[in-house]
């Protein structure tokens, strides 16, 4: 005899109560005052996170531009919504904590509102111009790291976190965030088996890009006398000086090179490049070698693809915009080829949404450069009342 089914059980999640307070041995207790409670919802079993969070797919994505230079290859976690419901409440909790007590360096703009990529690349620019006003040689080390967000030690972290003041119980629930972690990868339809992962913090996440901020945020502590602006894993060390040898010093770089280091993040040094600002001044016959610790000289280049902007050593954004104009050109000329495929509303709405977004992004770092290749940008623009 078949029984009805028991009538379905109703489920509300009971809050955790975590409290983000200095702990009275904590180093930052100090500067930071005690906030109040912070409510977390436990979705699954106190002090754990859900576990459905813990079991993602990855999908490769290569950072090369090129087919032939596609070597080195992210793992981008697909996370099913319900975890990044739950991450992006603990993360705004998270992130209030951390902003309301000024954690943060003022030289750290990645994942920060009111931050990003076009105010970080302002900062550096205003810094180098006023160097160069004061006729001083500028020379910046652009640093690139190797597998960054995977290369994360989960016991530093909770060991930074814990200094930030964050109770135990909070410690406990993010060290069961990081344990039990599998992967796999899912690419051209094929899966992988699952693989246990034990460092990192999974790219694609709510949360991993915070935790990964609160990681490196002490790095700027060993620029020494020089300049040096955090985005995630990219980061720039610049300096100015009246001379070349004030400016082209091994130092700061090396000093920066150790915090890297004690971090366990790696220097790619073959994607690390120098770069010696001289919009007024006489270029030197020859530069002075910057080498990393483990002997391999930097390559001195006079453009680099910084934070989306190209700049260059004279600050002229002439590549920039004429990367500008080609992605232009390429927009301008698929409406025009299927100009009668839409309406004159649809037209309009595609050139808000496909052209006047590059022209938007860092247009105040580049609105510097000549009337003469602005004029370039106006006349390409000027194109699309064509396609209708």
């Not at 090369?64 to 990044?84: A, H, M, R, Y």
């Amino acid at each position: 005899m078949l029984r009805p089914p028991p009538p379905p059980r109703s489920y509300s999640p009971k809050p955790l109560q975590v409290l983000l307070y200095p702990n009275p041995d904590s180093r930052c207790s100090e500067r930071a005052a005690k906030p109040g409670p912070v409510q977390i919802s436990s979705l699954s079993y106190r002090l754990r996170s859900p576990r459905i969070g813990k079991l993602p797919q990855s999908s490769p994505s290569s950072k090369g531009e090129t087919p032939w230079t596609q070597t080195v290859t992210d793992l981008i976690s697909i996370l099913p919504c319900l975890s990044k419901v739950f991450e992006s409440q603990v993360n705004k909790q998270v992130t209030d904590h951390l902003e309301s007590h000024r954690t943060f360096s003022a030289v750290q703009s990645g994942f920060r509102a009111g931050h990003g990529c076009t105010s970080a690349t302002l900062k550096v620019q205003n810094d180098i111009i006023t160097a160069i006003d004061k006729r001083q040689y500028c020379a910046a080390v652009l640093i690139d790291l190797a597998k960054a967000f995977d290369s994360v030690n989960h016991h530093i972290l909770i060991g930074r976190l814990s200094s930030l003041g964050f109770s135990d119980d909070c410690l406990a629930w993010f060290t069961n965030y990081f344990a039990d972690r599998v992967q796999c990868v899912k690419s051209e339809g094929m899966l992988s088996g699952p693989l246990a992962v034990s460092m990192g913090v999974p790219q694609g996440s709510i949360l991993g890009p915070t935790l990964f901020s609160v990681y490196i945020n002490d790095v700027a502590l060993a620029a020494g006398d020089s300049l040096i602006h955090l985005y995630a894993d990219d980061t720039i060390l610049y300096t100015s000086g009246p001379s070349l040898d004030t400016v082209l010093s091994n130092r700061c770089f090396n000093a920066i090179q150790h915090s890297f280091r004690g971090l366990q993040l790696l220097l790619n040094a073959i994607k690390t490049k120098c770069m010696l600002f001289n919009h007024s001044l006489p270029a030197p016959a020859r530069t002075t070698s910057i080498t990393t610790l483990d002997g391999s000289d930097l390559e001195y280049v006079d453009i680099y693809k910084y934070l989306g902007v190209w700049l260059d050593c004279k600050l002229s954004f002439q590549t920039h915009i004429k990367h500008l104009q080609s992605k232009i050109k390429s927009r301008v000329g698929f409406l025009f080829r299927n100009k009668a495929s839409f309406t004159h509303a649809a037209k309009l709405t595609l050139v808000k949404l496909t052209i006047l977004p590059i022209l938007d992004f860092g247009d105040v770092i580049y609105k510097i450069a000549s009337n003469t290749l602005l004029s370039k940008l106006d006349a390409v623009y000027q194109c699309h009342p064509f396609c209708y």
